[in-house]
């Protein structure tokens, strides 16, 4: 009897499997057929049927190899823009939800304080912020660090709900048998707590670092930091080819942004593995 | 010379006054089962103990360790002393609470190499002495999700032991477990008591009580209502709630 409902069971899911299965092979019939029809828009061919007259959009190739090399140049600047800020926004994510879950009202208030600040102003102004209000105050920074410093605190204030929902996450009772077998709360929350907290806040950290990617550009609007917004914009304006020179940066953004997705996608999937 | 001496324990959750005036002691080697219906205090009792749960008055001492908690904040010895009778407490939870990041020998070791600073070799072979003492050498490198739930409770009772406490605090233990693995933990709960551990048991389990307790404790709305030697309680029970109480438990099992 037990027997031949799991069967039933599992007949079901084979064949929820199996639609799932075609479903998704039907998606990817449709986004080639997309893609096909943006190359065949921008392919500048010249299609002529009875009287009418289809001109698609001409490309400069010349152009699109020329500077597609030059472009290329500010992928690492990208990249490592984009990891030293969530290594650092991730740092201070974990000190301000650790100061959010205190009972020290001081460390409450400043985690806050911090959070409410940055996450009611445009990133865009704290990055420039950094780079033209402080010189008056005399710190003067490179225009890499700004940006740095910029996205780390906007990011860390964001990513810091994200730990403080991963350490709340841990339950109670992990913290009950740490502090029953002689545990200081410090312990606790570096050998057990925190290691647990981990494991739930690494796949939302993955798509922080995601968007990170994209929010770098910002960055190139200082005019110093030479990162592919920058070099898209530069070549662009240069000789008027701003169309091509901007999307070959975009096709820089999105094919990492895939990459990094499907990267995280399964990190997510290893990590969920054997837990639980 | 008593081991645990709990006196004039008072424990208000907000309006609730969960525990009122409790005293109990227990000696050295001594099984103590405290039984009660769900409410009566039982489980806040053990958790004070170790203070999972802060008494809100009253005064715990365990192992010559002794704390009075009166309204005010703990003071940094209070704390300490906290810290020492969780020291020479070991406690089993209903939901087990093995850290699942961690293998089986990972859990029993955790406490030992952090709290107590013992070498990791010394550590793994007190952890596989108590390992093998509930039987489940074979399990040393599993994770805790490909236990099952008796197992688990195996692991948590070793895992506690691992500490060498001087009391054992049992917080009903087979309440989580499906009837068929509830014998596997009742066995080694039995083993730890002919060994002469130290017990205190908040339990369901009748049969435990009576057979393996020397004392068994009735509670009831945070008070104790009745205490004696397992017989006794069971079979010339004083008091008419004590006598309600297993009337009803016993027409229903």
């Known amino acids: ?81 984009s990891a030293t800020s969530i290594l650092v926004a991730s740092i201070l994510a974990l000190l301000t939800a650790l100061a959010r879950l205190s009972r020290v009202a001081f460390l409450y208030a400043l985690s806050t304080f911090y959070v409410s600040l940055i996450r009611g102003t445009p990133l865009l102004l704290q990055i420039v912020f950094f780079f033209l209000a402080l010189p008056q105050m005399g710190i003067i920074l490179d225009a890499t660090l700004s940006g740095i410093l910029a996205l780390s605190l906007n990011y860390g204030a964001y990513m810091s709900e994200t730990f403080r929902a991963g350490i709340q996450g841990v339950g109670k009772g992990q913290r009950e048998a740490a502090l029953a077998l002689g545990m200081t709360p410090g312990q606790m929350m570096r050998r057990i707590v925190l290691p647990q907290a981990l494991r739930i806040v690494i796949p939302p950290m993955g798509n922080d670092f995601i968007a990170m990617l994209k929010d770098s550009a910002l960055v190139s609007t200082l005019g110093f930091v030479r990162d592919l917004m920058w070099y898209g914009q530069n070549q662009g304006r240069r000789e008027f080819r701003s169309l091509e020179a901007l999307l070959v940066v975009a096709v820089w953004y999105w094919g990492m942004t895939i990459i990094f997705t499907w990267l995280q996608s399964r990190l997510e999937k290893r990590l969920a593995r054997g837990e639980r | 010379m008593a081991i645990i001496r709990v006196s004039q324990l008072n424990k208000h959750f907000g309006a609730l006054h969960v525990l009122k005036n409790v005293s109990l002691s227990i000696d050295p080697q001594e099984v103590v089962c405290v039984i009660g219906r769900s409410g009566s205090g039982k489980s806040t009792l053990l958790r004070c103990i170790n203070f999972l749960e802060q008494p809100t008055h009253g005064t715990i001492e365990v192992d010559e360790i002794s704390v009075a908690v009166d309204q005010h904040r703990l003071s940094k010895a209070q704390k300490r002393a906290i810290h020492q009778i969780r020291l020479c407490t070991g406690m089993v939870f209903q939901e087990f609470n093995l850290f699942p990041h961690l293998s089986v020998i990972d859990n029993l070791i955790e406490a030992p190499v952090t709290v107590k600073g013992l070498p990791r070799e010394r550590a793994i072979v007190i952890a596989e002495k108590f390992l093998d003492k509930v039987g489940l050498m074979e399990k040393r490198d599993e994770f805790p999700a490909r236990l099952s739930g008796g197992q688990k409770q195996r692991v948590a009772i070793a895992r506690a032991l691992t500490m060498e406490p001087k009391v054992m605090l049992f917080d009903e233990p087979t309440s989580a477990l499906d009837p068929e693995l509830i014998g596997e933990v009742l066995e080694v709960r039995t083993q730890l008591a ?60």
């Open chain 1, 1 to 81: 009897m037990a027997v031949e409902s799991l069967s039933q069971a599992e007949l079901i899911l084979k064949q929820q499997e199996h639609a799932q299965h075609t479903f998704r092979g039907r998606v990817l019939v449709w986004w080639g057929v997309i893609l096909g029809t943006l190359l065949f828009i921008f392919s500048g061919a010249r299609i002529q049927i009875g009287p009418i007259v289809l001109q698609t959009i001409q490309f400069d190739w010349e152009f699109i190899g020329r500077v597609s090399p030059i472009i290329r140049q500010g992928v690492v600047v990208t990249l490592l823009l």
């Open chain 2, 194 to 253: 002919k060994e002469g551990t130290t017990m205190l048991v908040v339990t369901h389990e009748m049969g435990f009580a009576s057979e393996v307790a020397n004392r068994v404790v009735y509670m009831d709305e945070g008070q104790i209502i009745e205490e004696g030697a397992a017989d006794q309680i069971f079979s010339v029970p004083c008091d008419p709630r004590t006598r309600q109480f297993l009337d009803r438990l016993l027409r229903t099992t």
